[in-house]
């Protein structure tokens, strides 16, 4: 039972244009979620995170969004850089972030020069 | 400051042969979690700490993984006897207490041949 669901495994973007990461979660228990980008043969490294008493969170080029009724976050990028080419984990934890993080599968972006 | 240290980077072993990794957190955090991710798949937890203690043990194959985290600072991870199925990125990761944000280290890439 997957309770983070990341249905795109990959993403295509031009170089400036907007990248948007999409994830589900079932789990009505989580109220913390997190973005992590991951490089090859690399441990993913923490990029943003929202708690759900927020709507929003932004740092520089990436906003995350966050839509508790629908049980829906994105990540957006902007604008997209070939850098930021990576494989993009969300994850989510209950108890304001101290619970296990439960990962997505996962999505590739690519962002083309 | 150093991240989170884990050894070996790579490591293929024959099947029924145990093996071990080794991992050490950032100073002070006295959270730590070793995750397995199998390929196409996102992190899953197998243990995590709180200092000395485990407190969420629930997905680790007790049978043939063991781990331990010896005063509360780094640890261990080990599988005897390991089977073809165990072929993974095992990663580790520590927090501070309560925190949600996770940093993890480069992991170890096991092969079991």
């Known amino acids: 039972d997957q309770q983070v669901k990341q249905n795109s495994p990959s993403l295509s973007v031009q170089e400036g244009r907007i990248s948007i990461l999409n994830c589900d979660y079932t789990?009505?228990?989580?109220?913390?979620f997190l973005w992590y980008k991951k490089y090859p043969a690399e441990g993913p490294t923490f990029l943003i995170s929202?708690?759900?008493?927020?709507d929003k969170n932004e740092d520089g080029r990436f906003t995350v969004f966050l839509n508790k009724s629908a049980k829906h976050l994105s990540l957006h990028i902007v604008p997209s850089q070939p850098g930021d080419s990576a494989v993009y984990f969300c994850a989510a934890s209950a108890q304001g972030g101290s619970e296990k993080l439960v990962f997505g599968k996962g999505t590739k972006l690519t962002v083309n020069p | 400051e150093a991240g989170v240290v884990q050894s070996p980077r790579y490591k293929i072993i024959e099947k029924k042969q145990p093996v071990a990794f080794w991992c050490n957190p950032i100073?002070?955090?006295?959270?730590l979690y070793w995750y397995r991710q199998n390929l196409g798949q996102g992190p899953e937890l197998l243990i995590r700490y709180e200092n000395e203690e485990a407190v969420d043990d629930s997905q680790l194959p007790k049978d043939r993984f063991s781990a331990e985290r010896l005063k509360g600072v780094d640890s261990t991870l080990k599988i005897q006897p390991a089977e073809l199925g165990d072929s993974a990125v095992y990663l580790c990761?520590?927090?501070?207490?309560?925190?949600?944000?996770?940093?993890f280290g480069q992991g170890t890439r096991l092969t079991v041949v």
């Open positions: 929202i708690s759900s008493i927020k």
């Open positions: 100073s002070g955090h006295n959270t």
């Open positions: 789990n009505s228990m989580f109220d913390y």
């Open positions: 990761a520590s927090s501070l207490l309560k925190t949600g944000v996770a940093f």
